[in-house]
């Protein structure tokens, strides 16, 4: 029998009922709530609103309430952020022969001294509004939570026989933050409302109208030792990165405001409005209010960011006057249709899609923190659920379209040196931010990526002309809100890394591959997908075997050892490198296919294509990381950047490559499980990619670990308020592991629509509704004891649906049902051809047994739904 989400369909009715319920019962959503029964000690154990461009880190205390603050475009700095001159083409024959030599560990030298760029901008917080409650009785059946089925945070108490409720949620709908208190006990509630900042240019001003923050951002975070170099008819302080005789100077840091920084720097503001039944009154730089029933302040704040290119100190808009608009637009309205607004807006992205694993009900009546700890003990499948639904919450809240992307921390940060500056690492990070955007049915969410590319490709283009002498845009391994494309300062194994760019797009191939909109394929992907493929192949020289190669190349941030006995990370031909140029170049030739566009490119490119190096197979069965079978200096790296062809691109696949699948799992096998935590989201995809449920959910339960407040920088796991632990504090993790998640239910990369590809013995009955799939598929299933009992596929597009499922399926609803013979002729199935690997001796391994499976063709038409039952015998 379907369940009942499938025969209401896309409406998402049960779970709307459950919601309005809990409305009117002023308590979190059952099962899509996480709670506590104390307040945060910790910024990992606050809780995350966020509509986003504000975020807010809510700690529920109870004499002191704390909303940590953030608006999305704070960045220390101004653009251009970097315009270091470096000349990779008047070096690159030196570098390259340094590599030929085996002077690895020179060459990383030579890079690092000559190639790098400035300390990075760093994403900034804004500051704090503190509700001071006062001192009284201890608080007695305290609960604070976070609903993530309406977007809003709460915390109930009683002291002594008065209790109190507060609600806080921040809309997109109305831009505001909107925090409501009440209580039970007439004229009890009583608060002092301030705001604070950790940047001292922060002046606060009060008015029985509005309570106003003002300050200015530093306009430079970076090293200590600083040089002023003239650049382009501007001078520009930038940290000197060597001693004359080339050692290293220390990473201490400074931070620099106001003059000391030539008076750049973004301004900002804040500013909120007091609605109470009680007596507000001015107190200094704050509002007291007293003898009250009920309040409600709304918050309003902004920037003067008025664009990547573009000085927010003299040439920002006015934050006042889109925070005077904004807050004044909210007052108009009640708190009740503000919340209705925010509930509507909200739900239109949340219902679409839910995912529920039966677990043991009593569980619920656990708090978050205790289930978390308790999960390696005993499996929790419906913690799972809820640490996915998290993942989608946290993706809604974190990134709009019209905002800016998600960043390493989200939006959510309270450093003003933040780990790895809070930006957009884009050798994994950033892009495992938007990994579940597709497939979780929140495509929108991906817009601000998108618009973060082609802005980059401004600055990217500048980087490839002026850097390298070539066409198309390039960005290295790291960007921030100005958009920089040259490298940033470090050392060569991170920084040297410019195949970001042909990384990104594949983001946009993905858009198209599952909405099938040729207008967003024809004005946003292709041109972009031009750009990076023009880069790469400019890019691309001649090995000594006479194959295609990248000359100077690094696998992201890890390191071997090289034939001189040195650790080096430089070298020629990154696996990485290649699996991107060469699913890049195939996804380019096909969509200028597709539009009639550019043959003499597609001329280039095909040939290029052919003479790329292989995919190479070392001697213990391995996919290298390297063209040469090095020894890796650290086996178990976090990174794992050569198994790009297995995910989260298509072309290792166990039907189209079983070799490589093979290698891939053998790699997979000699790194370990135990990873960091944005490490581990992406090893559970890999191996769902396997088709390895069971492996994949041993990483889940890995990732199930309490990491403290202050956990060391090795080992992660899940911290009190489930934000990923690389450690410290990585958003990227929540993404990754929402992705495999996914992947284990249902998979479109390799061909085929399959259903339940890797399904784990821990979930042994499940349902989820609204998961999108490639080729404009929308699919609900269910599954029982293991096995599947009911799906619905819809078709946005029409064309072939080849279904794969673990048994025999009955199809109603398709025009026409035939067994699937050759390659898929529906387009938006197409793969990326890994080629014929080197295998060294020894390295071919037996290939694993898979599980068997039932593979259909069904004619599908736009608007159309399939309706799959199994056939069993009785």
């Known amino acids: 029998m379907l369940c009942r989400w499938i025969q209401w369909g896309v409406g998402a009715l049960v779970l709307s009922i459950h919601a309005w319920a809990a409305e009117a019962a002023g308590t979190p959503t059952p099962g899509y709530s996480l709670w506590y029964d104390r307040p945060a000690q910790a910024w990992t154990e606050a809780l995350p609103l966020g509509n986003g461009r504000m975020g807010a880190m809510v700690f529920g205390g109870v004499e002191r309430e704390r909303f940590q603050l953030n608006e999305d475009t704070l960045t220390s700095g101004e653009p251009p952020s970097d315009l270091r001159t470096v000349s990779v083409r008047r070096d690159l024959d030196h570098v390259r022969g340094l590599i030929r030599e085996g002077r690895n560990a020179d060459a990383d030298t030579y890079v690092t001294r000559n190639w790098l760029g400035r300390s990075q901008p760093c994403y900034q917080p804004l500051g704090d509004l503190w509700l001071d409650l006062g001192p009284g009785e201890p608080a007695t059946g305290y609960r604070r939570w976070l609903d993530l089925a309406t977007a809003t945070s709460g915390v109930a108490y009683r002291r002594g026989s008065a209790g109190f409720v507060r609600e806080a949620f921040i809309s997109a709908v109305d831009q505001a933050l909107i925090v409501r208190l009440t209580t039970d006990q007439q004229a009890a509630l009583r608060f002092k409302v301030s705001f604070s900042s950790v940047h001292p240019t922060a002046n606060v001003v009060a008015s029985p109208e509005a309570l106003v923050m003002k300050g200015q951002l530093p306009g430079f975070v970076g090293r200590r030792e600083l040089k002023v170099v003239e650049q382009w008819g501007e001078q520009h302080k930038y940290p000197e990165n060597f001693f004359p005789d080339g050692t290293r100077r220390p990473h201490a840091a400074q931070v620099l405001y106001g003059e000391d920084a030539g008076g750049k720097g973004m301004w900002f503001e804040a500013r909120l409005a007091v609605e109470t039944d009680g007596r507000v009154r001015v107190e200094g730089d704050s509002l007291s209010i ?125 450093q003003v040196i933040p780990p790895w500056a809070s930006s957009y690492t884009v050798n994994i990070n950033a892009e495992m931010n938007y990994w579940p955007a597709e497939g979780a049915n929140l495509a929108e969410t991906a817009e601000p990526f998108f618009r973060l590319m082609r802005e980059a490709s401004v600055t990217g283009a500048i980087a490839a002309r002026e850097m390298y002498g070539h066409r198309g845009w390039v960005v290295h391994h790291n960007t921030s809100l100005w958009r920089d494309a040259f490298p940033v300062d470090g050392q060569a194994r991170a920084a040297f890394w410019n195949m970001a760019a042909g990384w990104m797009v594949s983001h946009l191939w993905e858009h198209w591959l599952h909405g099938g909109d040729r207008a967003f394929l024809e004005l946003q992907a292709y041109p972009l997908m031009k750009g990076a ?191 990923d632990a690389h450690p410290p504090f990585q958003i990227d993790g929540n993404f990754g592991y929402a992705s495999g998640v996914l992947e284990m239910l249902v998979q479109s990369h390799a061909g085929v629509l399959q259903l339940l ?86 390295g071919a391994l037996p290939l694993r047994e898979l599980a068997p499976v039932v593979t259909v063709d069904c004619v599908t038409r736009a608007g159309g739904a399939l309706r799959v039952v199994p056939l069993r015998l009785p």
């Open 290 to 414: 007293e003898g009250a029933n009920r309040a409600v302040i709304r918050m309003t704040a902004a920037s003067s960011y008025a664009g990547f290119d573009k000085s927010p100190s003299r040439a920002g808009v006015d934050p006042s006057e889109r925070t005077r608009r904004e807050l004044t637009a909210a007052l108009w309205r009640s708190v009740d249709e503000l919340r209705s607004r925010h509930l509507r807006e909200y739900r239109s992205y949340f219902d679409r899609m839910d995912l529920v694993l039966a677990g043991d009900p009593a569980k619920e009546a656990l708090s978050t923190d205790v289930r978390l700890a308790g999960f390696r003990e005993k499996d929790d499948p419906a913690l799972v659920a809820l640490l996915f639904r998290y993942g989608r919450y946290l993706l809604v809240s974190g990134s709009r379209p019209g905002t800016q992307p998600l960043n390493l921390q989200g939006i959510w940060n309270d």
């Open 533 to 723: 493929a023009e880069f790469a192949a400019d890019w691309l020289k001649e090995a000594a075997d006479g194959s295609l190669v990248t000359p100077v190349s690094t696998s992201p941030e890890n390191a071997f050892v090289a034939p001189d006995g040195r650790a080096a990370a430089v070298t020629e031909g990154t696996t990485m490198d290649l699996a991107i140029i060469r699913e890049l170049f195939t996804r380019t030739i096909e969509a200028a296919e597709w539009l009639g566009r550019d043959p003499e490119l597609r001329t280039e490119l095909r040939a290029k294509l052919e003479r790329l190096a292989p995919y190479r197979i070392g001697a213990r069965g391995q996919l290298q990381e390297w063209q040469q079978d090095y020894v890796e200096r650290e086996p178990q790296h976090r990174h794992v950047s050569h198994l790009y062809g297995l995910h989260p691109g298509n072309q290792i696949t166990a039907e189209s490559a079983p070799a490589l699948f093979r290698a891939a799992e053998r790699t997979l096998e000699l790194r370990g499980d135990e990873a960091t935590g944005w490490s581990m989201g992406w090893k559970i995809n890999l191996w769902a990619r396997l088709l390895d449920g069971d492996h994949a959910y041993r990483i889940v339960r890995n990732l199930f670990t309490p990491a403290g407040a202050g956990a060391a920088m090795s080992g992660g796991g899940l911290y009190p308020n489930l934000f």
């Open 757 to 842: 590809p890797a399904l784990p013995k821990a979930w042994p009955s499940g349902k989820v509704r609204g998961l999108r799939a490639r080729g404009g598929f929308e699919v609900d299933l269910e599954w029982d004891q293991g096995r599947l009992t009911a799906a619905v596929i819809r078709s946005s597009l029409g064309g072939i649906c080849r279904l794969r499922t673990p048994e025999s399926v009955k199809v109603e609803g398709a025009l026409d049902v035939r067994a699937a013979a050759g390659a898929n002729p529906n387009p938006f199935f197409r793969m990326v051809a890994a080629g014929t690997p080197r295998i060294a001796p020894g």
